[in-house]
């Protein structure tokens, strides 16, 4: 849980007013990461301090390979030969979403290029995935900031961490999250959880998974996504409610004068820029204040999948679990 909050004063870390604030912590990462194991690192307090202090763009990518420990499951030559496996059936898919998704990164278009590739090959991997546009916004953003491999990498170890269950054919884990995020915005603001889920009936698992399964890219702005990514890679999924949480305070009033559904959902999923603090540690401080017991969320997360889950193998007359544990790597020399 982060019970800290970043002083009003920070300045944004990637602020030309700020070099030298930005080169102080750029050499206190360079000299913490050595020194915290990776297997360790979401548990350290000075890892928690710097996250919150800040993340200079020129070591990112390395700070998220640590927080994943994304090294200790990378096996060399296994990218390499996933990627010589026949196309997946959402080949086409990807590659169109390649273009849609980042129109402006054309690097990341071309068939044979590195986000088809980074896909292609965890799919292979990672069979049961049922794939979606959000596994290409996700993998998409880290391939702009890692090397393609270590892009593979750390995607894989996010998505076993957190986020596979999402991506499941059985749709209990995003089912348990959208009813729990609904309650947390009931909790904090029982007049938008009326205007949401009674006055307009949306779905609570069309916000979550607009959200959840794409960790919020092209709902946030750059910036304000990669601190979200920062805290999230260390805390967990119960930061995605928060930045829920705090998205719906920003657009409230938006929202209460919503006349039609589409109207809600597009204030959720594309906020307004003006509707949001004016920067990305602003946004962060936002987040982290809101109303919400992280532990309670972690503790009803596990009761409510295993209700869910009883209920789901009831209906489905003893259907399989909330996710599979299929792996399909190749060998290597």
């Not at 020129?58 to 030969?81: E, M, N, T």
């Not at 998505?159 to 995020?181: C, G, K, W």
């Not at 295993?306 to 996710?323: F, I, L, W």
Request: aromatic residues 8%; neutral net charge; proline residues 7%.
């Amino acid at each position: 849980m982060f019970p800290d909050v970043i002083s009003s004063g920070t300045p944004p870390v990637e602020s030309p007013t700020s070099i030298d604030a930005h080169r102080q912590r750029e050499v206190k990462w360079m000299a913490l990461l050595p020194l915290v194991p990776p297997s360790q690192a979401r548990r350290n307090k000075k890892v928690k301090r710097l996250l919150l202090d800040g993340v200079p763009s020129s070591v990112r990518y390395l700070v998220w390979c640590h927080l994943s420990d994304s090294k200790a499951r990378a096996i060399p030559g296994v990218y390499a030969q996933l990627g010589k496996r026949q196309r997946v059936p959402a080949f086409s898919d990807i590659e169109n979403d390649a273009k849609t998704y980042f129109p402006d990164q054309t690097q990341l278009h071309p068939f044979d290029g590195p986000l088809v590739s980074l896909l292609q090959a965890y799919l292979n991997m990672v069979p049961d995935i049922q794939y979606s546009s959000g596994l290409t916004s996700i993998a998409g953003h880290l391939l702009l900031l890692s090397p393609e491999e270590d892009a593979f990498w750390i995607f894989a170890s996010m998505m076993d961490a957190h986020l596979r269950p999402y991506f499941s054919a059985n749709t209990i884990q995003l089912e348990v999250d959208a009813a729990l995020l609904s309650k947390a915005i009931e909790t904090n603001d029982p007049a938008v959880c009326k205007k949401l889920y009674v006055t307009f009936s949306i779905p609570p698992s069309a916000i979550a998974k607009s959200w959840f399964s794409t960790l919020f890219v092209g709902t946030l702005p750059v910036d304000y996504l990669h601190r979200v990514w920062d805290i999230f890679l260390y805390e967990g999924v119960t930061l995605l409610f928060r930045v829920g949480l705090a998205l719906v305070q920003c657009v409230r009033h938006l929202l209460l004068q919503a006349t039609s559904e589409e109207a809600a959902m597009e204030y959720l999923v594309h906020p307004p820029l003006a509707c949001l603090p004016s920067t990305a540690d602003a946004f962060l401080n936002q987040v982290l204040m809101m109303k919400l017991k992280d532990d309670d969320v972690r503790k009803q997360r596990v009761k409510m999948e295993a209700q869910v889950k009883r209920q789901t193998q009831s209906r489905t007359n003893g259907s399989s679990g909330m996710q599979t544990a299929s792996i399909s790597l190749p060998k290597t020399c």
